[in-house]
């Protein structure tokens, strides 16, 4: 089995491998990312698709007195997970569930921020999973999503390879603007890295700033 067959549902050594090498090879990519939202240090947010935990420790720095929550469909993320998190776990300030984005069996209206690194293209329904999203932020919640690849007919083209080898379902970034309006989103912004397919889309569920 090849490592790009591990994205979508890490399992085994492997899928611990893949996780510490996500943890470090997403590392540039989530810090660009982050430059985007206004973080309070009293957030609750969660991570969606956590994989291998390190954002979940990141974010728990910026939200310095809130709580920071993960979910990843994959029982070997959760676990890896809260072992790299394992004093912030004890401390109750981080919480890892095996849950789907589809159904993440939060409360209405409980997150200040939802964030999704390098995860949308595995999810099964990208309209159901967006709906979830804006039903358990808070009024005055942000949904923030960043991704190293892009849908664009050069990118595209430029990583054939990776996202056949791991089933990626990539959709252009002015189709995910406009679901996300569909959806109820407010103020959706998209930003691109200039010569890179890096993006980051940061929407409001009742509008922004
Ligand atoms: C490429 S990894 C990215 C992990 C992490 N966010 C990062 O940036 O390093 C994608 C992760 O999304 C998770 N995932 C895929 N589909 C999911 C779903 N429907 N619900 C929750 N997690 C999902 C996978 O198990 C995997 O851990």
Avoid at 17 to 25: F, H, I, L
Avoid at 128 to 134: D, L, N, R
């Amino acid at each position: 089995m090849k490592n790009t067959d591990q994205y979508k549902c890490p399992v085994g050594k492997q899928g611990r491998n893949v996780a510490a090498a996500m943890n470090r090879g997403h590392k540039n990519l989530t810090t660009w990312g982050l430059t985007f939202v206004d973080i309070s240090p009293e957030s609750i947010i969660l991570d969606v698709g956590c994989g291998g935990g390190k954002t979940i420790a990141r974010l728990t720095k910026l939200a310095s007195k809130g709580k920071v929550l993960g979910i990843d469909h994959s029982a070997e993320m959760v676990r890896y997970s809260e072992k790299v998190n394992k004093k912030l776990v004890e401390e109750k300030r981080v919480q890892i569930f095996e849950r789907s984005v589809v159904n993440t069996g939060f409360s209405d209206n409980y997150f200040d921020l939802v964030t999704a690194f390098e995860t949308y293209y595995f999810w099964p329904n990208l309209q159901s999973a967006f709906e979830e999203i804006k039903r358990i932020l808070k009024p005055k919640g942000k949904f923030l999503m960043t991704n190293e690849m892009i849908k664009d007919g050069v990118y595209e083209v430029k990583h054939a390879e990776i996202i056949k080898e791991a089933q990626l379902c990539l959709y252009p970034i002015g189709d995910i603007k406009k679901l996300l309006e569909s959806v109820g989103f407010k103020d959706v912004k998209v930003f691109t890295k200039e010569g890179s397919a890096w993006n980051t889309v940061l929407s409001y569920k009742l509008g922004g700033n």
